[in-house]
Structure formats: structure tokens, C-alpha cells
């Protein structure tokens, strides 16, 4: 518990000095942490472009997420939408674009930073049915059964406890409601020292977990009908690993084999509990033909 609260409080500092930050400084880096890479040599690392989806707001978008899940989230009008880990906004803005004025959303994040940007920029848009809650999505501050549709983008791999969150995830939906989040996985052991490394945790990389675990957790909830919406693989460049690793720890890394994951995940809550089992191969080949909008399976 005590190394959990360490972590946490790792992120928050992190994250809390992201909120000043631009878009640009932060899409440079790992989803904006300090210390992890040269802003000008490694562009966009794990970011996607928000600014063709309806509902973007500039202001709103710091560069921080690994995939699109609001744009697979099957959002509709009048839905209650919760984005977990929701810093400025960015993610809301776009969901109630789709739930429009009868719907509503509910943004928590437990940095005190991002909350007050997040809010000053629903101020600025008029938002009525767009709020922001101080919280920790390990206990998040919302009734059961509350949202229609949960979304996330890239925030998970950060939260020591992903158990917790998920069994949040469960409780906060209602019977039939789905979520779609986007994170951070892996396929394989990074290498030690990059594990070790607080500033490329608070970059989403070294709170990754394998993905058949991430999978596993899922499943063991009772979530069903999980897809994975998207898939890409994360390249690491040589001058970022250089800050934890010799040369020769970079070569065998290289060839290890191992991977780093972005995924955006799709699963609903049953209204009548089951906990069927998915083989990953089976969600992976799934995904290779399923990954963009518009293909007929999402």
C-alpha cells in the first residue's frame, strides 16, 4: 500500500506540472513526463490526433493519450459519459459533442491542476452538463450504476491497482453500459532499470502490465462481449532509452522481442452477470481487421 501511494503521488506531481505545459511540450514526451525525452527530437511518441474528431477543443488537449476511445465509445444522445483520468478536458468535450445537451458528463481526475483547467475550459464553452470531480478512480466519487458509457485515454496503465479499477469501472456502469479505454501494455518484460525509472512511470510506460493480464482482469469483472477496438505498437526511441539503459542494454533490448502496446478495449456490463472467456489471439486477429471506425465491427 505504502509503494502504491508512492506512485500515485509520483503521477500527481508529474501531472500537476503537465497542466502548465502545451500541447506541443507534452506530445514531445512520454504523455508529458518530465525528464523522459528531448521535446524536439521525439514528436508525438504515443499521442493521436484529436483535432479532426466533432466537439475538440484546443484548449482542452494537452497531447497526454495513447488512442481515440471516445471515438469507438458508441456514444449517443442523452447518454451520462465518465472519463476517467479526464485532465483538461479533452475527452469530455468530445463526448458531449455526442451525448449533446440532455446527456452528461462527469470528468475525474485527482490532480488539483488539471481539474481547474478541465473546469475553466467548460466555463469558457457554456457547459452546463459537463462537470469535473476531484477523485481517485480507485474510489471514484460517483454512485452505482451511473453512466451509460465510460472512456479513458491512456490513464489506467498509471494506477498501481488496476483491480480496483476495473471493480470501480463495473460498479459505476449501468447494467448494459459499455466503456472503451485506450492504454498502455505489454508484450514481454521491460527491462529492469526502466521499470525502476519514476519519471517513465508517471509516462505511462513502466505502469504498463502484460496484456494477456490487462485482458485477464477484465474478463474476471464479468465484463462481456470484449473487443479490442485498436491496436498499435509504441517505439521507444534510442535517445529516450539512453537515459536508462547502457547501449548494450538497448541492443538486447531491441532483440528481446518484447513490445509496448497502445489498445483501446471494448467490453459491456451484462444485465444478467456472466464471465465468459476470450483467448487473446482470438481478440488480437479480431482487431487487426476491426481497428478503425467505420469497419462494420465497432
Given at each position: 500500500?505504502?509503494?502504491?501511494?508512492?506512485?500515485?503521488?509520483?503521477v500527481?506531481?508529474?501531472?500537476?506540472q503537465?497542466?502548465?505545459?502545451?500541447?506541443?511540450?507534452?506530445?514531445a514526451?512520454?504523455c508529458?513526463?518530465?525528464?523522459?525525452?528531448?521535446p524536439t527530437?521525439n514528436p508525438a511518441?504515443?499521442?493521436?490526433?484529436?483535432?479532426?474528431?466533432?466537439?475538440?477543443?484546443?484548449d482542452?488537449?494537452?497531447?497526454?493519450?495513447?488512442?481515440?476511445?471516445?471515438?469507438?465509445a458508441?456514444?449517443?444522445?442523452?447518454?451520462?459519459v465518465?472519463?476517467?483520468g479526464?485532465?483538461a478536458?479533452?475527452?469530455c468535450f468530445?463526448?458531449?459533442?455526442e451525448?449533446?445537451?440532455?446527456?452528461k458528463?462527469?470528468?475525474?481526475?485527482?490532480?488539483d491542476?488539471?481539474?481547474?483547467r478541465a473546469r475553466k475550459?467548460a466555463?469558457?464553452?457554456g457547459?452546463?452538463?459537463?462537470?469535473?470531480?476531484?477523485?481517485?478512480?480507485?474510489q471514484?466519487p460517483?454512485v452505482?450504476?451511473t453512466?451509460?458509457?465510460?472512456v479513458?485515454?491512456?490513464?489506467?496503465n498509471?494506477v498501481?491497482n488496476?483491480?480496483n479499477?476495473?471493480?470501480?469501472i463495473w460498479?459505476?456502469l449501468k447494467p448494459?453500459g459499455?466503456?472503451?479505454i485506450?492504454d498502455i501494455?505489454?508484450a514481454?518484460?521491460?527491462?529492469a532499470?526502466?521499470?525502476?525509472?519514476?519519471?517513465?512511470y508517471a509516462?505511462?510506460?513502466?505502469?504498463a502490465?502484460?496484456q494477456?493480464v490487462y485482458?485477464?482482469?477484465?474478463?474476471?469483472?464479468g465484463f462481456?462481449?470484449?473487443?479490442l477496438?485498436?491496436q498499435?505498437a509504441?517505439?521507444l526511441p534510442?535517445?529516450?532509452l539512453?537515459n536508462?539503459l547502457?547501449i548494450?542494454e538497448i541492443?538486447a533490448?531491441?532483440?528481446?522481442?518484447?513490445?509496448?502496446?497502445s489498445?483501446?478495449a471494448?467490453?459491456?456490463?451484462?444485465t444478467?452477470p456472466s464471465?465468459p472467456?476470450?483467448?487473446l489471439?482470438d481478440?488480437t486477429r479480431?482487431a487487426?481487421?476491426?481497428c478503425e471506425p467505420?469497419?462494420?465491427?465497432?
Open positions: 500500500m505504502q509503494i502504491d501511494d508512492q506512485l500515485k503521488t509520483v500527481r506531481e508529474a501531472y500537476g503537465i497542466a502548465t505545459q502545451s500541447k506541443a511540450y507534452n506530445e514526451s512520454c508529458g513526463a518530465t525528464n523522459c525525452c528531448s527530437d511518441i504515443m499521442a493521436d490526433d484529436y483535432s479532426q474528431l466533432a466537439g475538440y477543443v484546443a482542452a488537449d494537452l497531447g497526454l493519450g495513447c488512442g481515440l476511445p471516445t471515438q469507438f458508441q456514444i449517443k444522445p442523452g447518454d451520462t465518465i472519463d476517467l479526464s485532465g478536458g479533452n475527452d468530445v463526448a458531449r459533442h451525448t449533446g445537451p440532455t446527456g458528463v462527469i470528468g475525474i481526475d485527482f490532480t491542476a488539471m481539474i481547474n475550459n466555463d469558457t464553452l457547459y452546463n452538463n459537463v462537470e469535473f470531480r476531484v477523485g481517485d478512480i480507485e471514484m460517483v452505482d450504476n453512466a451509460d458509457v465510460i479513458s485515454n491512456c490513464v489506467l498509471l498501481p488496476k483491480k479499477v476495473i471493480a470501480e460498479r459505476v448494459g459499455h466503456f472503451s485506450s501494455v505489454l514481454g518484460d521491460l527491462p532499470n526502466l521499470l525502476k525509472a519514476a519519471e517513465l509516462g505511462c510506460v513502466s505502469g502490465i502484460q494477456d485482458i485477464g482482469l477484465i474478463q474476471e469483472a462481456t462481449n470484449l473487443t477496438q485498436k498499435k509504441i517505439f534510442d535517445e529516450l539512453a536508462y547502457t548494450d541492443a533490448y531491441r532483440q528481446s522481442g518484447t513490445g509496448i502496446v489498445l483501446t471494448y467490453a459491456e456490463k451484462p444478467t464471465k472467456r476470450v483467448q489471439a481478440l479480431k487487426d481487421a476491426c467505420g469497419s462494420g465491427c465497432c
